[in-house]
């Protein structure tokens, strides 16, 4: 669909929430912006309401109604600066009422009640001159189909055998020697996938071998780095977790020093929308209400005035933990940290990835193994080490809000409840973040306004 819009068109997107209306208007976006440069970062305009980018020649509005009351908001919006000009994506189309263009596209999603992992598709075109849609209209190649395709042309004749999922829309199979990613929503995180994967391989870190690739179809066949996950490895021998985050960590000293080349930055508007994802799925579930606007304007002010002091000059894998490193003893030096799902990697404060390594969602990590890590990192960084503590505080809860709303959305929207059980630990982590004296303003927000993940909150979550 992306390719046949352009200058003057306007897509409505509707459906219930989870439906995937955003990553449908983010996936066209991307496509668009790619043949001028890496995407970057396409936030959600669920607070800021629109977000706008230039595809070359052509702009691009992209527009978040749920918050609206009606047309009487919309006006404000400057909508008609936009329509004839731009291509204008909007969500949650029934706010705009008299204001609803005589030319659209409406595409409307459902969620089967039967299936809830599929989606039903009504595309509705109003107004004249949309025959270019035809392409549009033709049922894309069955997965199954398509992925067979791929291994077949890759050489592989062994059937994949499914590994276990994670959070992310991508399913990973395993093969003799190698695993075949399939990601069928996040062809752009392909892109990024190989070109930070090359990057990496380049600096001498132990990131996946790329075999084969079909971009524009979501299909990479890799390198198989293993089963000794941290997080596995240390379930039997436990002894030997001061050593592993000792050896991850100098791997983010040696990251930090040799880079990665160009990569977009954390920005103060990333970070206020990540952390905004407590105030869009976890406080109304866990308060029965969404926060009052000026609740919400306090916490976004306290938010900015934390990140605003944090510059962005190391690379930053962004998802740096047990579940995402592999222990290759066999190996020399930071080779024999295997690194997985980075593909979201960017610059950011040298504390960031380390917070994410200690302050585990999915595991404790025991006092030693903390202390071993921060003094390695300290002593191969010459950080100062008041300076890294404050840092990591501040990134820590920045991330740990961040995840308490992303594990709340995958319980409420997604339908995967079992991540609610990780919520206390990362309420305690939060906890420990506050209780740096440069928290005082975001620790008593979280006092006044949110209550802990206790037993009755994650069933009412789970409930939802």
């Known amino acids: 669909l992306a390719p046949l819009l352009g200058p003057g068109d306007t897509l409505l997107l509707s459906g219930p929430v989870g439906a995937g209306k955003s990553v449908l208007a983010r996936a066209i976006i991307a496509a668009r912006l790619r043949p001028f440069g890496p995407p970057g970062d396409i936030p959600s305009p669920s607070f800021t309401l629109v977000q706008t980018y230039a595809a070359g020649p052509l702009s691009i509005w992209h527009s978040d109604l749920y918050r609206l009351s009606g047309p009487e908001e919309v006006v404000e919006l400057g909508f008609d600066a936009a329509l004839g000009d731009a291509l204008v994506l909007i969500e949650w189309p029934d706010r705009l009422g008299r204001l609803c263009p005589p030319r659209r596209l409406e595409l409307a999603l459902t969620i089967p009640a039967a299936d809830p992992g599929r989606r039903g598709l009504v595309l509705r075109a109003v107004g004249p001159d949309w025959g270019k849609l035809a392409p549009a209209l033709s049922p894309p190649e069955p997965r199954a189909k398509a992925r067979a395709r791929f291994l077949a042309e890759a050489g592989v004749t062994a059937a994949p055998d499914r590994l276990a999922g994670d959070a ?55 390198e198989d780095l293993g089963d000794a996950l941290f997080a596995r490895w240390l379930s039997r021998k436990r002894q030997d977790e001061p050593m ?25 508007a990333i970070y206020r929308e990540e952390a905004g994802r407590f105030l869009l799925w976890y406080l109304p579930a866990a308060t029965g209400a969404p926060p009052h606007p000026d609740t919400r304007r306090a916490f976004e002010a306290i938010v900015a005035g934390l990140t605003a002091k944090l510059g962005c000059t190391v690379p930053v894998l962004v998802d740096y933990h047990a579940e995402n490193l592999i222990w290759r003893p066999e190996r020399e030096g930071v080779a024999r940290v295997g690194l997985l799902d980075y593909q979201d990697a960017r610059l950011g404060h040298p504390a960031y990835d380390l917070a994410s390594l200690l302050q585990d969602a999915r595991r404790d990590v025991g006092a030693a193994a903390r202390r071993a890590a921060r003094d390695a990192f300290l002593n191969e960084t010459g950080h100062d080490a008041a300076g890294l503590d404050a840092a990591m505080a501040a990134l820590g809860a920045q991330r740990n809000l961040k995840i308490l709303g992303l594990f709340a959305r995958l319980a409420r929207r997604d339908g995967k409840p079992q991540y609610l059980a990780l919520l206390p630990r990362v309420w305690a982590h939060l906890q420990d973040n506050l209780a740096h004296p440069a928290l005082g303003d975001l620790s008593a927000w979280i006092r006044r306004h949110a209550p802990p993940p206790d037993a009755s909150i994650r069933a009412r979550l789970a409930a939802a």
Do not use: C, H, N, W
Request: proline share 6%; no cysteine.
């Open 168 to 222: 992310s829309t991508r399913v990973y199979y395993r093969l003799p020697d190698a695993v075949l990613m399939d990601a069928p929503a996040d062809a752009g995180g392909i892109d990024r996938f190989v070109a930070i994967t090359e990057a990496l391989r380049a600096k001498g870190f132990s990131a996946p071998e790329l075999f084969a690739a079909d971009r524009r179809a979501g299909f990479l066949l890799m």
């Open 244 to 268: 592993l985050y000792r050896a991850a960590a100098s791997v983010l000293a040696a990251l930090q020093a040799r880079g990665l080349g160009d990569l977009p930055p954390y920005s103060d």
